[in-house]
């Protein structure tokens, strides 16, 4: 069974002080490793997806890295536009394209 | 594209009465997932359906719960009879081809008095 763990719960920055969140996973075959922002009463928003052990990818003052056991996302002089839920889920199983999610990490920056 | 659209976006319903919640994916899309979010176990799978085929339902709760997919373009999510249990928030997401990226829709929440 895949498993994805979050941390931490929940994160408060000051406007431009860097943090990583990380996501630690379990998984039978990876197929894919997705990020996404969730923001109050919306649905999930597609950040990054991660296929293998290296890879990394940027966007804005975000950045995602992958290895065999957990993704970190990389928060680079964040903006109180940065606030909200970030989530971590798994593709993987033997084919199942379902998603596994973790609990997500509530992020806050203050100005 | 208007990205995956879900109604009704709230529904405030009485135990026992029946819930129909309505999905229209991406269009191209050939795989269709609903979900459900609660703040105790979070975003959980309930189904997923392949070019209009159920393919994984291991995530629906019991009998009380049926989902449909007519066509390509609509899926529908009921409940019945429902329960104060189901109150959460439901989503709908599609994926497709050249990638597995599940785009989501902005969620239904159900509220079960």
């Avoid at chain 1, 903006?79 to 806050?108: H, I, N, W």
């Avoid at chain 2, 191209?28 to 609660?38: A, V």
Wanted: charge should be neutral; include cysteine; hydrophobic fraction near 30%.
């Amino acid at each position: 069974e895949d498993q994805v763990t979050q941390s931490p719960e929940a994160l408060r920055l000051q406007e431009g002080e860097s943090s990583s969140l990380n996501c630690s996973y379990t998984v039978s075959g990876l197929r894919g490793l997705f990020w996404y922002r969730q923001d109050p009463g919306k649905g999930p928003e597609f950040l990054f997806t991660l296929y293998s052990a290296g890879e990394e990818k940027e966007k804005e003052r975000l950045k995602a890295t992958l290895t065999k056991k957990e993704s970190f996302l990389h928060i680079t002089a964040p903006k109180p536009e940065d606030s909200a839920t970030y989530l971590c889920a798994v593709q993987g199983s033997k084919g199942r394209r379902a998603l596994t999610f973790g609990s997500g990490t509530r992020l806050q920056v203050q100005p | 594209d208007a990205g995956v659209i879900q109604s009704p976006r709230h529904e405030v319903t009485e135990m026992g009465q029946e819930v129909t919640l309505r999905c229209k994916p991406i269009s191209g899309h050939d795989y269709l997932f609903w979900y459900r979010q609660t703040m105790m176990r979070g975003l959980e799978l309930l189904i997923y359906f392949n070019n209009n085929v159920p393919i994984d339902d291991s995530g629906m709760p019991e009998d009380r719960f049926s989902a449909k997919m007519p066509n390509a373009s609509f899926s529908t999510l009921k409940i019945q009879p429902s329960e104060p249990r189901d109150s959460a928030v439901y989503f709908c997401s599609s994926g497709g081809p050249p990638t597995d990226t599940q785009y989501f829709g902005p969620g239904t929440r159900l509220t079960v008095l």
